[in-house]
């Protein structure tokens, strides 16, 4: 198959204009957040091996003879690069725009807990991979298939889109759509390559069994984030996606639903969701807590995490029908009686609150599009009637 990737030279132009041109967001932006949430960590021992592990990264080539399909994207990542450093762009600021939570997860947090600091007066350990909506697919209700995502985030730099939603889940062979699931630690992988897995799987993968096929066998490759896959007919599969080291994969229930939420795994007996938790525990630990929901900010975050999957699942293993107008609700209504976060604290300390700052819904058959929209901030009061588009 002969794959036709964007151009690199376009691609880094863009790349450098956000750079520069909006530096606090995609740069400072990602980096102060880190620190405003881990007052134990020393900065500069905390980043001091991103730019090594940036190159690092970009010299472990896949192997052509295990993942063939790899290597156009792997040329043209290399292209990009080079790219980059011809424009100028520093080194620091390529390794953050090429993502930190990969090299803070493997190697930068235990590297600052051997010079742990003390945090000082009202200071708490918060959760810097927050947590990132849910989505449900429906294949049957009282008007047609449905889709649901609620986008949850800190509003930080939410600007509330005056463009009409992108149709793009109508008729496409295989409709990918994820969640956050992230962790502060993993264990490294051997392959760190960046690969765009998800990128490459939207191009290379037609049909569900082919996606799934596809991102068990880069599982090494891809992690932090947990999706519904769902295809032409209709049918579907829920991957969770937290770790490097494992992939869950689950079909729908007895009534042909299927879920994700952010930051959990559903099973936590199974080998991902002991995984989790080991990591999670190893956390706490190098920060010099202890797994306590009324002293850590990131226990309170991970339970309130777990509710929201229950209240979520439980809905949709109901053996009741379910109404377009029920599941709007639920997505719709604020926590914890439904799943809307309307500035959502879980702990006093908390750094960061939460907001969902959009509820879309897709009406499958209908080409029926809706979607609610929190205001910009500072208000960001949720509109009392949905935006409606027929597409």
Not at 140 to 166: G, H, M, Q, V, Y
Not at 272 to 294: C, F, K, L, N, V
Request: proline share 8%.
């Amino acid at each position: 198959m002969t794959i036709q990737l964007p151009d690199a030279a376009s691609v880094a132009k863009d790349i450098i204009e956000q750079a520069r041109n909006d530096s606090r967001q995609f740069i400072a932006g990602p980096v102060d957040r880190v620190m405003a949430d881990t007052p134990w960590a020393d900065r500069e021992t905390l980043f001091s091996g991103l730019i090594d592990f940036h190159h690092e990264r970009l010299d472990r080539i896949p192997p052509v003879a295990k993942y063939p399909e790899a290597q156009p994207w792997v040329e043209h990542r290399l292209a990009l690069e080079r790219e980059l450093v011809t424009a100028g762009l520093s080194e620091w600021d390529r390794a953050v725009l090429g993502g930190i939570n990969d090299y803070l997860a493997f190697r930068g947090y235990r590297l600052a807990a051997q010079n742990r600091r003390a945090p000082s007066g009202s200071q708490a350990f918060g959760p810097r991979l927050a947590e990132k909506c849910r989505i449900a697919f429906v294949p049957e209700t009282d008007e047609c298939p449905i889709f649901i995502k609620n986008l949850d985030d800190p509003a930080t730099f939410w600007r509330k889109d005056r463009t009409p939603p992108s149709a793009s889940c109508f008729g496409l062979p295989v409709e990918i759509s994820a969640v956050g699931s992230g962790m502060h630690l993993d264990v490294e992988p051997e392959e760190i390559f960046p690969l765009p897995v998800w990128d490459m799987c939207d191009c290379l993968c037609d049909d569900l069994a082919s996606a799934v096929e596809f991102l068990t066998r880069y599982c090494c490759f891809h992690s932090g984030r947990n999706s519904i896959i769902r295809d032409s007919r209709q049918c579907s599969v829920a991957i969770e996606k937290c770790s490097r080291g494992y992939i869950d994969v689950f079909h729908p229930n007895v009534h042909g639903r299927s879920h994700v939420s952010g930051m959990v795994c559903r099973d936590p007996d199974s080998p991902q969701g002991r995984h989790q938790r080991a990591m999670r525990e190893e956390y706490i630990s190098i920060t010099g807590g202890r797994w306590d929901a009324t002293e850590s900010v990131d226990v309170a975050f991970w339970e309130a995490c777990d509710l929201a999957e229950r209240i979520l699942a439980g809905f949709l293993d109901s053996p009741n029908p379910i109404t377009v107008e029920s599941l709007q609700t639920l997505f719709t209504t604020p926590f914890p009686r439904g799943l809307r976060k309307d500035g959502a604290k879980f702990h006093p300390n908390q750094p960061y609150v939460e907001y969902t700052l959009a509820t879309y819904l897709a009406l499958l058959d209908k080409r029926r599009l809706i979607r609610f929209q929190c205001d910009d901030p500072p208000g960001l009061s949720w509109p009392e009637e949905p935006e409606v588009y027929q597409v």
